[in-house]
C-alpha cells in the first residue's frame, strides 16, 4: 500500500509484476517496460531468479521486503545479483527526510500494466494520473463499489492484477479499512478473514466465488450464515458467473447480491458495474428478474457485427463490437476516438450491457473459433459466424450432445472436459492450439 501511493506521487511509474505469469512472460514485460527497479516480497524472490539474467540486466536495484514486514527476513535466492540488492526497511531509511513531492501535469503516467497475453505476447497499457483520479472518483459512488468510511474491504483480486481494480485507491480516498490476504488465497483462508474482520465487501472472479461457496457448504450453511452477518456484497468480474452460482449467494446465504464487472487493462481497468437494483424499473421487478440484471452501460456503443468495419453502429438488442470512448487514435485499436474492446456484445434499449464473447474468437477468416456462448440456445443462433471456421473448440455436456448432435459437425467440433486456462483463470488459446493436430491451420 506504501508503494501504491508513495511510488505515483514521486512522479515515479507503478508497474506491477503479475506473478502468475511464468518466468519468460515476466522477463519479457520487465525489458519491455524498462523497469529500474523492483520491490519484491520475501516469498517471490524464487520466482524472480527463474528470469532469465539477461532480461533483468537494465534492473539497477532490487528492493527485498522481509516476512511479515520484518527487516531483512529474506533470503537472496541464487541467480540474482546481491550487489544490486537492498533490504525494504532500509532502503526507506536512506531516504530525504526533506523530501518535497513534485508538482507535474496531470496527464504524466502514473501506472502501467500488462495483459496476461493469452493470444500473443503481453501488452503494456499505461495510466495518467488524470486518469486514475477520475476512475477512483467514479468508482467509490453508489453504484459502483460504494464504498463507505466505517466498512471493511477484503480485495481479493490482487494488487499485481491491473491494480487490484483500482481498490486500493478508492479504499484510500475514502478512508477505509482494508484487509489484504497476501499469499493466502484459499477459500477456506478467505471465509475466516471475513468473520475475522468482520468484512462487508469483497471483490473475485467468479472462480474465487465458487471456492467460498464450497468451502461454506463443506462446514454447513446454517453454521456459517450468522458468522458472515457483516458481509452484505460482493463484485464479480473476469468472466460472467453463472446464474445458479448468483442465486445461491443472494438466496441461499444471506442476501448477498453478486454484482457484476466488466473492464479492460485498456480501461484502467473497471469500465461498468451492475448492481442488482440499480435503476427506478427495478423496483418493479421480481427477485429473479432483477438477478438477470446486466452491465449499464458508460460511453459505450456496438458496432456492425462484422466486426471488421466499425462505420456502422448495430441496431439496439443486435450484437456488434463493443466499444469505449477514449478520444484517442492508435493504429488497430482506435477507431475515431473509440477504443475496439474486442469484445463481442449487444447494448439494450435501457443501456444496458449483454456482453457475449470475443470478436478475435467468432471472426468468419479464422480457421478455429473458441465458442463461449451460453448453450444450448446461443450457440446456435449466431452459427452463420462460424462459416469457414476449420474447428470449434467447446465444452459441451452430454445431454446436449445427444439433444442436438444433428446440428453439431463432429468433425468441425472439438468437444473436451476441461479447456486449459493460464494462470490468471482464462481460457489459454495458446495451449489449445498446441493440442490440436498437426497441419491445423490457424
Known sequence: ??????????????????????????????????????????????????VEPSMLQGVELLICVGEDGVANEWELPTGLDSSKTIDYEEFLNSGDPEFEWPKFPETTTMGLCYTSGTTGKPKGAA???????????????????????????????????????????????????SVLTSRFMDPATMVQMIIDWKVALSTGVPTVWRGVRNYIEQQGLETMRPRLASF??????????????????????????????????????VGSIAQRVCKYSDLSKTEEETLKNVLMNTDLKAEDADMDDFSREAPRGEAGELMEYFQTE????????????GDVAKIDHEGAIVITDRSKDVRQHLSMAFAKFQLPDDVLAPWDAYRGCRRLVGLLGLDWQKEHAVNVNTRMWEVWNALPLTGTGKIDKKAIRAQLPLGEEM
Open 232 to 269: 452484505n456484497r460482493l463484485i464479480c468480474a473476469g468472466s460472467a458467473p453463472p446464474m445458479e452460482l448468483m442465486r445461491w449467494f443472494f438466496q441461499e446465504l444471506l442476501g448477498i447480491p453478486h454484482d457484476r464487472g466488466w473492464g479492460m487493462t485498456e480501461t484502467n481497468p
Open 330 to 341: 492508435a493504429p488497430n485499436k482506435f477507431h475515431e476516438g473509440w477504443l475496439a474492446t
Open 127 to 177: 495510466y495518467s494520473h488524470r486518469s486514475t483520479y477520475l476512475h477512483t472518483l467514479v468508482l467509490a459512488q453508489g453504484d459502483q463499489l460504494c464504498l463507505r468510511g466505517y466498512e471493511v474491504v477484503l480485495p481479493f483480486v490482487p494488487m499485481f492484477h491491473v491494480l487490484s481494480w483500482c481498490l486500493p485507491f478508492a479504499m484510500m480516498m475514502g478512508g477505509v479499512r
Open 1 to 50: 500500500m506504501e508503494c501504491y501511493h508513495a511510488i505515483p506521487c514521486m512522479g515515479a511509474v507503478l508497474h506491477t509484476l503479475n506473478l502468475r505469469l511464468g518466468p519468460a512472460d515476466l522477463g519479457y514485460i520487465i525489458q519491455h517496460a524498462n523497469d529500474r527497479m523492483i520491490i519484491c516480497d520475501f516469498d517471490l524472490l524464487k520466482l524472480l531468479a527463474q
